[in-house]
T-cell receptor, first 114, second 112 residues
């Protein structure tokens, strides 16, 4: 499985934008970039995913580098409820051997200051 | 509410015992995943099923087994329990194997 690298932790202030980076230099052409987050005492929650173009949804934006070796999850206006561990995950669109693992790394622990 | 239901929410049992954790996926989802999260540890992928068939295995111990039934619900069986098996166990489901996954609230297992 292609690997992702994220900072262990980041800190930001409430109502400011947050940019969470992810490096994935060994990404393959069929890998989608997925982001999940885990709020304290809860199960992980899907945030967003993309392949090549930048993506927006109600929760966040995903900016993907032109060479796809890195991406950035953007929270446009952080709230205290956005404090969570954010995971960047690569998922191959083609099931290899009939399998589609969803493997989490260590993620980035985001702290939001009031 | 993700639509994924896990029961029980909490479970306390003794070492050496066997327990069964249950997961009801979102309506129509064919793929089910199981994860273990120990205190201060990341999410460890255990196993994945798709439409009743095992499709991927992670770091699942031989003492652990799982299955997905015809109605698509899944059970994770943990036997010969040890103190180190105390953890949160999450189930997730997705419509297909490569679509976004939705997680349940987890079962907190405490082995004493």
């Amino acid at each position: 499985d292609a690997k992702t690298t994220q900072p262990n932790s980041m800190e930001s202030n409430e109502e400011e934008p947050v940019h969470l980076p992810c490096n994935h230099s060994t990404i393959s052409g069929t890998d989608y970039i997925h982001w999940y987050r885990q709020l304290p005492s809860q199960g992980p929650e899907y945030v967003i995913h993309g392949l090549t173009s930048n993506v927006n949804n109600r929760m966040a934006s995903l900016a993907i580098a032109e060479d796809r070796k890195s991406s950035t999850l953007i929270l446009h206006r952080a709230t205290l409820r956005d404090a969570a561990v954010y995971y960047c995950i690569l998922r191959d669109v083609i099931p290899r051997g009939g399998a589609q693992k969803l493997v989490f790394g260590q993620g980035t622990r985001l702290t939001i200051n009031p | 509410d993700s639509g994924v239901t896990q029961t029980p929410k909490h479970l306390i049992t003794a070492t050496g015992q066997r327990v069964t954790l249950r997961c009801s996926p979102r309506s129509g989802d064919l793929s089910v995943y199981w994860y273990q999260q120990s205190l201060d540890q990341g999410l460890q992928f255990l196993i994945q099923y798709y439409n009743g068939e095992e499709r991927a295995k992670g770091n699942i111990l031989e003492r652990f087994s799982a299955q997905q039934f015809p109605d698509l619900h899944s059970e994770l069986n943990l036997s010969s329990l040890e103190l180190g098996d105390s953890a949160l166990y999450f189930c997730a489901s997705s419509a297909q194997m490569n679509t976004e996954a939705f997680f349940g609230q987890g079962t907190r297992l405490t082995v004493v």
